[in-house]
């Protein structure tokens, strides 16, 4: 065949809708048991499930999403054609604040926008062949999903796990909602950019940090399985912290204040108390003359993130309350401050300072002409003269009884003291925060919770489930004093379900990480109607076996998913701690070094891609590029390349004639069969590594010697051929299943090649009969010995000794030492 010829075999003559239509026809990715009335009696394949986190419904898949899926399907793929019974779900994300928006500027219902969005997303699913079960679609925007977001909030909140507060949040002017502190990046919303405001609001909230050592202890289970990075960030996020908890009286006021040190060592060295500008504890700790001071500076921190206030860089600013704190441990008054640099909602909001071992300290204590006291000696300057806090341990210095002491030695014993006082305690804390809920917009779950004078927060009764959002009689116009559902009045007023009184339901809904924090254990039988999940379908099939999805959802889906998992257990509702035993993170699609964004002009759009070079060219071209964890830069790869490589395959599938389908490999070629099980073996091994470009790598080798084997003169009748071209076209299917299918077909086979099995390596093949030894004498190679590949210890140190040319190197020198490491070195030590 001409070049010309084989560059007109394209891809795109392969009929996708042909293929879509067997594998649908044929149930060809269809688990066995994934509900009681379809379990396959005396089926005993090991189970494995296979998640992609799930997509949300904004446009058309676009690159991002072909990656990823690509990857999770050629995991699913290889675990059907090992044997196992594996189950590769689909479902939409399809709640949330962009679809709302979009409706908004399209001027038209949210569920419109969506569902269409949807049915586009699933025609190019299909279009990019990934071996979905399409029985457990699932949309979370659906009553009869939503209705168990509810059953689950009620769950948590009759144990105390949800509940309600006033607390300063996040919020994002553009779109008119709160943020998790995880949506915040550099002070701006992640969705829109807008410059993030403070504002006290009373929301909703999940008590995650209940499950704060929890959540880093179980972590054990998850070493190896998933990437380290992703566990650091996670450890990070949560931080746990070990101190103390010390009490600082104020002067004129009965309470004191407790705040958390991780350096009850430098107690002695706190010269002044600073307390978070926008906490409460400010305004109860101000004295009259100081109240307009500390008003107007709230005022001027209106519109400052929490990650501005946290800059290191950041000039510090405050303003004195007027009022002091005793410091326990040497009764010395110290003045209290209120500044940004704390935060409101980290713990009491309040904290101890300590200028010259805290940087952020010291640079107040300098904008503010406070002293600076060191009592922990390091060996380093004085702080007080060069600017610079010292933070390592040291010996203890203008710190009483404790002085000569080291660091290590007085923690402890002041520690002790504070207990003994009654004055503090040693203590754990964390960094991580209560999981924030509520939103303020329409497309969401709503909270199912009704607001009574008399009775108070009340839920509402489970058969009375699901809260539906009202269709009608609502403004999506966004508006910061009033959410879409407060404007639903007929859908807000109600009657208490306790009292019968007039009543008000909640017009904040749920966060859609609330929706992904437990989809994966619906899957399993989404119809099920007796709870958000079916016990016997869990039990089968959970937890998730390999999880699939972008490293920026390391600190937020992750760890909520983690936590409801954990919720969920203590419940009495699962028989696991950790929903994903294991992760694999992709990386990003990008153009010539870039994201890709409208702004940049760099997208590069799928569809455009498929249409050109067919979807098997694109998904292999994806993993390809490198490994899953790697970005994937579209410049600089080739699909024009993978539709070359796809036609020789089916070429080599087209000349290996039907009357040798069934002959005997072992009748076949030896030489070419060795060659062919040993890359066989590899990719096998790379397989199970998860290592897929080098798995692809070495498909192209094996179809290059199977090419030559045939334009060589061996003939693509010789069984050894065939056998060969059968175990590519197996191994090709996971990548590229349109051309392996109809190669699978070329070859005599009745479809599909996804119901076969994965190629058997004979390992006796795999195994050279010679290799070459390397005979070294003092460190020099003297000699290259051909010796069988399970030569022995002796025989090979006889056979190296014999040499003629090991004899030259030796001559009358007295040999030391014989190194064996057979079959393959040989190293000779002379004696000097």
């Excluded at 080291?406 to 014993?413: C, D, Q, T, V, W």
């Excluded at 003291?417 to 969401?444: C, F, H, M, N, P």
């Amino acid at each position: 065949m001409s070049e010309h010829d084989e560059r007109r075999d394209t891809v795109d003559q392969i009929d996708l809708d042909q293929w879509v239509k067997v594998w649908d026809e044929q149930r060809t990715f269809q688990a066995d048991g994934l509900t009681d009335q379809d379990a396959t009696a005396g089926d005993d394949r090991k189970r494995s499930y296979i998640v992609s986190m799930y997509p949300y419904p904004s446009g058309d898949l676009h690159m991002g999403h072909a990656e990823v899926y690509s990857i999770s399907d050629v995991i699913a793929r290889f675990d059907r054609l090992r044997g196992l019974n594996t189950l590769n779900p689909i479902g939409w994300d399809s709640f949330g604040l962009p679809a709302e928006n979009a409706a908004i500027k399209r001027d038209l219902h949210p569920r419109t926008w969506t569902y269409d969005n949807i049915a586009v997303q699933a025609a190019s699913f299909k279009r990019l062949g990934v071996s979905f079960d399409w029985r457990t679609r699932l949309h979370t925007s659906d009553p009869e999903y939503y209705r168990w977001n509810q059953w689950i909030f009620l769950k948590l909140f009759d144990q105390g796990l949800a509940y309600r507060k006033a607390s300063p949040v996040n919020w994002c002017p553009k779109d008119h909602t709160v943020l998790a502190n995880e949506q915040v990046i550099q002070g701006k919303c992640e969705r829109c950019g807008s410059v993030v405001e403070r504002r006290n609001l009373t929301q909703w909230f999940f008590r995650i940090t209940d499950y704060a050592q929890r959540l880093l202890d179980d972590m054990d289970q998850l070493q190896g399985q998933w990437p380290e990075d992703i566990l650091a960030m996670q450890r990070n996020w949560i931080g746990r912290s070990s101190g103390a908890h010390v009490d600082f009286r104020i002067v004129g006021r009965e309470e004191p204040v407790r705040v958390f040190t991780t350096r009850p060592d430098t107690l002695y060295g706190a010269t002044f108390f600073v307390v978070a500008a926008d906490a409460p504890l400010a305004l109860e700790l101000v004295t009259d003359e100081h109240r307009a001071p500390l008003q107007e500076y709230i005022a001027q921190l209106g519109g400052t993130s929490e990650v501005e206030r946290l800059a290191s860089d950041r000039a510090k600013t405050g303003v004195f309350l007027g009022s002091y704190a005793i410091n326990p441990v040497n009764g010395e008054q110290i003045p209290i401050y209120a500044s940004d640099y704390v935060l409101a909602d980290y713990g009491t909001g309040a904290l101890m300072a300590v200028p010259a071992h805290d940087q952020r300290d010291l640079d107040f204590a300098k904008a503010m002409n406070l002293p600076v006291k060191t009592v922990v000696d390091t060996g380093e300057a004085d702080p007080a003269e060069t600017g610079v806090a010292t933070a390592a341990r040291g010996t203890m210095v203008n710190s009483g009884e404790f002085d000569g002491l080291n660091s290590g030695e007085a923690l402890p014993a002041i520690i002790a003291q504070l207990e003994k006082q009654g004055v503090g305690q040693g203590a754990i804390t964390y960094r991580l925060r209560d999981w924030l809920l509520s939103r303020q917009r329409y497309w969401g779950t709503p909270i199912p919770i009704i607001h009574c004078e008399d009775c108070g927060e009340v839920g509402v009764p489970v058969d009375q489930l699901p809260v539906r959002l009202p269709e009608s009689g609502f403004s999506l116009k966004p508006d910061d004093n009033q959410s879409p559902l407060g404007t639903a009045t007929e859908w807000v007023n109600v009657e208490c379900p306790k009292c019968g009184k007039p009543a008000r339901r909640d017009t904040d809904t749920m966060d859609t990480f609330v929706d992904s924090s437990w989809y994966f254990l619906r899957f399993p039988n989404p119809d099920y109607t007796e709870g958000p999940f079916d016990p016997e379908g869990v039990k089968r099939w959970l937890p998730v076996d390999h999880y699939i999805g972008g490293k920026e959802h390391a600190n937020l889906h992750l760890l909520y998913a983690r936590f409801m998992t954990k919720a969920l257990h203590d419940a009495g509702l699962l028989h696991f701690v950790e929903p994903f035993r294991r992760l694999t993170n992709q990386g990003q699609v990008i153009m010539e070094g870039k994201a890709m964004s409208k702004s940049l002009g760099n997208i590069v759009n799928l569809q455009e891609q498929i249409a050109q070079y067919g979807p098997d060219a694109v998904r292999v071209t994806m993993i390809f590029a490198g490994p899953p964890e790697d970005d994937i830069d579209w410049a600089a790869v080739s699909p024009a390349g993978s539709v070359k490589w796809l036609n020789r395959v089916r070429r080599l599938a087209s000349l290996v004639p039907a009357e040798s389908l069934g002959a005997d490999p072992a009748t076949g070629d030896q030489a070419l069969r060795r060659r062919v099980h040993v890359l066989l073996d590899e990719i096998t091994q790379k397989m199970e590594g998860g290592r897929q470009n080098v798995v692809i790598a070495r498909l192209m080798e094996l179809t290059t010697l199977l090419q030559q084997a045939v334009d060589g003169g061996l003939g693509a009748a010789d069984p050894a051929v065939r056998e060969g071209v059968e175990g590519l076209v197996i191994a090709l299917s996971c990548f590229a299943p349109f051309t392996a299918d109809d190669s699978w077909v070329k070859l005599g086979h009745e479809p599909s090649v996804a119901t076969t099995s994965w190629p058997k390596v004979d390992k006796s093949l795999t195994v050279a009969d010679q290799v070459t030894c390397i005979i070294q004498v003092n460190g020099k190679v003297r000699d290259r010995l051909q010796v069988p590949a399970g030569i022995t210890e002796d025989d090979l140190r006889t056979l190296s000794l014999e040499s003629d040319a090991v004899k030259k190197a030796v001559g009358e020198a007295t040999i030391a030492k014989v190194v064996v490491r057979a079959p393959k070195l040989v190293n000779i030590a002379l004696a000097r």
